[in-house]
């Protein structure tokens, strides 16, 4: 734990000192941080699952979308015809919707949100409401 402390102190000493020179830098001896350069549009969602375990809820989840800061999760009834989503931001990749009609069938879709500005919807998935 000590040395630990004692290399990130000289690593930041090295930083100061180098006052943003790369040649001085790589000539430290210690890695380099790499720029940071914009991520683009984020992928889409691959693992979507839709459980409902309690009267008039649905527990949702996806996997970890690299490069997103928050999640958009969209829902609608199956057979709505108005096509309009509902949608609910997250931070986390597992949210619950409560409030919705029992023994009725709901699709969901969820996008990573990051600084591109686009949402990439992963497929819908669907789940009958208990």
């Known amino acids: 734990m000590a040395l630990e402390q004692?290399?990130?102190?000289?690593?930041?000493?090295?930083?100061f000192t180098a006052l943003?020179?790369?040649?001085?830098?790589?000539?430290?001896?210690f890695p380099?941080?790499?720029t940071?350069?914009?991520?683009?549009?984020?992928?889409?969602?691959e693992t979507v699952i839709a459980v409902s375990n309690y009267i008039g809820?649905?527990?949702?989840?996806?996997n970890t979308?690299?490069?997103a800061s928050s999640y958009m999760w969209q829902y609608q009834k199956t057979d709505?015809?108005?096509g309009i989503w509902?949608?609910?931001?997250?931070?986390?990749?597992?949210?619950?919707?409560?409030g919705l009609e029992s023994a009725t069938e709901y699709s969901f879709k969820v996008a990573g949100v990051g600084a591109n500005p686009s949402l990439n919807y992963s497929k819908v998935v669907k789940c009958v409401i208990i």
């Open 6 to 15: 004692l290399l990130s102190n000289l690593g930041v000493y090295v930083q």
């Open 20 to 29: 943003g020179d790369d040649q001085a830098l790589m000539s430290s001896g």
């Open 32 to 34: 380099l941080r790499k």
């Open 36 to 45: 940071p350069a914009p991520v683009g549009k984020l992928p889409v969602g």
């Open 57 to 62: 809820e649905v527990s949702l989840s996806v």
């Open 65 to 67: 979308i690299k490069g």
């Open 80 to 82: 709505a015809t108005d």
């Open 86 to 98: 509902h949608s609910l931001p997250v931070t986390k990749t597992h949210t619950t919707i409560s």
